[in-house]
Structures are given as structure tokens and as C-alpha cells.
């Protein structure tokens, strides 16, 4: 009896210290830096993330849950900061199991690399060509950590930066590369514009939401796989009223005529973001993305 009594005991001194270590691996989620980098080629858009936090809970482990908060789905490799690729589960779209290479003690800093590939349908970025090698990049990021970050866009080898487009002040231009720095309050929102020349090569990687323009018909129109419900659309062509899109094939489309001018317009997808109060010029939907603009010539 005092024997089973014994293993009683032992059992659920492992349940409890089980219990602990789940406890412990799952809330150690504290990511207070990282850098966040876009970076084009000729066909992919590629999202690298470079984490950097401290390790303080009293346990080791060997696994560690993570948020990411920028709605990344298509995660390919996961890396230490020397480079050597770590074991992965992506539990759903804004959470990663990752199993470290060693056990992680308090007081130890987490250094990750982490990459992924923007779909050509994502609705974050658009890049649109204007002939004669003429490119416009409009990308939108959001983060909720409040944290310092360094974010940078690399455009493709040859690319000539004519003009960069934000309301972020602190920025550098080096190359084919704009570099920001900037202080997250809890409702900003990354929104960037880049003109720029690309003196050899092409662009292949242009999201299928680009409207389709041919004279001054106009189809603007988003990939089914990317909303659960018909969209609506709104701009200057509808005094910023709601339109809502019906389908066709894999897209949800609107068509319309416009006279030769320049038009803003925005998606509204269902997805709540605050956006950046104290930018004034720019307006936001619902899915946090500013307007894009569309030119009829």
C-alpha cells in the first residue's frame, strides 16, 4: 500500500512538472526586437524576419511557440542566426512551433531567422509598371509588438530608387535598398511607396489583384482564394461608397469605364487593423491597407 501510495505520488509530481514545462514553453513568448526585411526578385517576393529576444523563464526548453503578427502562411525554413535550419510546425496562420537545435536556459538570447514567400495574390503589395522599366511598389505592414524595428526593402540587382513615398521620416537610401527606422506605438502602420528604374531585367512577380486595364475599361478584381466573403471596393469612381464585387471564375471582380485620370481605391476584406491615426493624407479599410492608386492614360 505504502508502495502505491509512493507511485501515486511520483505520477503526479511528473504531471505537475509536465504541466509546468507546457506552461513554460508556451508562454515564453516574449519578442521585444527584430528586423523585418522585403525582399524582391525577378519572380518572388520574400519576407525575412530576424527575431532577437531573452530567454527569462526558470526552466529550460527545446521547444518554443511563437507569434507573428504580419499574417505570414507560407513559411519556408527557419534558421539560427549562424544559418543552420531548425525543425518546424506551423500551427495556424500566425503561429510557429519551432524545436531548437539545443536546449534554451533563462538568461539566453533566442536568435532566429525566419523566411517566407508572399504570394503573388497577396493583397499587402502591389507593384505596378508604368513602361520603359518604370515600376511603383506599394507595400503595407502592421505590427503589434511594440518594439524598434528596423525594416528594409531590397529591391531587385540594377533597380535605380527614383522616389520613396511614406510617412516615416527616418529612412536611407543605399543602392537598391531603403532602409527605415522607427518606433511602433500600438497603431502605426508601415505603408511605403518606392518609384523606381530597373535598368536590366524584368518583373515577373506581379500580384494577381493588380487591376487588369485595357483603354479605359478597367477590372479590378481579387483572387477568391484570399477573402471568405465577396468584397467590396470603394474610390474616387464611387464617391468612396462600397461597391460589392461578384464573381467570376477564381476572382470576385468589378468593371467599370474610367476617362483618363488618376484614381484611388481601396478593398475592404473584413479584417479590422487601426491604422495610424496622425497620418492624415492616407486612408485606410478595414484590412489596414491604405488606398492604392490606379492611372488611366
Known amino acids: 500500500m505504502q508502495f502505491n501510495k509512493k507511485l501515486i505520488f511520483s505520477i503526479l ?44 523563464a526558470e526552466y529550460p526548453v527545446s521547444v518554443q511557440k511563437i507569434l507573428l503578427t504580419s499574417g505570414i502562411t507560407n513559411i519556408t525554413g527557419i534558421f539560427t542566426k549562424s544559418g543552420k535550419p531548425l525543425d518546424f510546425q506551423v500551427q495556424n496562420n500566425r503561429e510557429l512551433i519551432v524545436f531548437f537545435d539545443k536546449p534554451v536556459f533563462g538568461g539566453e538570447m533566442i536568435e532566429l531567422v525566419i523566411r517566407a514567400e508572399i504570394l503573388k495574390n497577396a493583397p499587402q503589395i502591389n507593384i505596378t509598371g508604368f513602361g520603359n522599366n518604370k515600376y511603383s511598389l506599394h507595400y503595407v505592414t502592421w505590427e503589434r509588438n511594440l518594439a524598434k524595428k528596423i525594416k528594409k526593402i531590397v529591391l531587385p540587382e540594377g533597380a535605380v530608387i527614383d522616389k520613396v513615398h511614406t510617412a516615416v521620416n527616418e529612412y536611407e537610401i543605399e543602392g537598391n535598398t531603403v532602409q527605415f527606422r522607427w518606433v511602433f506605438d500600438g497603431k502605426q502602420i508601415l505603408d511605403i511607396s518606392v518609384d523606381f528604374t530597373l535598368s536590366n531585367g524584368t518583373i515577373n512577380a506581379i500580384p494577381a489583384a493588380i487591376p ?75 484590412f489596414g491597407e491604405s488606398y492604392s492608386v490606379i492611372i488611366i492614360q
Request: charged share 20%; proline share 3%.
Open 212 to 286: 487588369v486595364i485595357m483603354d479605359n475599361m478597367v477590372k479590378f478584381r481579387v483572387p477568391k482564394s484570399l477573402v471568405q466573403f465577396a468584397p467590396a471596393i470603394r474610390g474616387d469612381f464611387s464617391l468612396w461608397r462600397d461597391i460589392l464585387m461578384t464573381e467570376e471564375g477564381d476572382y470576385y471582380i468589378f468593371q467599370t469605364d474610367l476617362a483618363p485620370g488618376t484614381y484611388r481605391y481601396q478593398y475592404s476584406y473584413g479584417y479590422y487593423v487601426m491604422a495610424d491615426s496622425g497620418v492624415l493624407e492616407r486612408q485606410y479599410n478595414n
Open 13 to 56: 509530481l511528473l504531471v505537475i512538472a509536465g504541466g509546468i514545462a507546457v506552461y513554460v514553453i508556451f508562454r515564453a513568448q516574449k519578442i521585444p526586437k527584430f528586423t523585418d526585411s522585403l525582399i524582391i526578385t525577378g519572380d518572388k517576393f520574400i519576407i525575412e524576419k530576424q527575431y532577437s529576444y531573452l530567454y527569462t
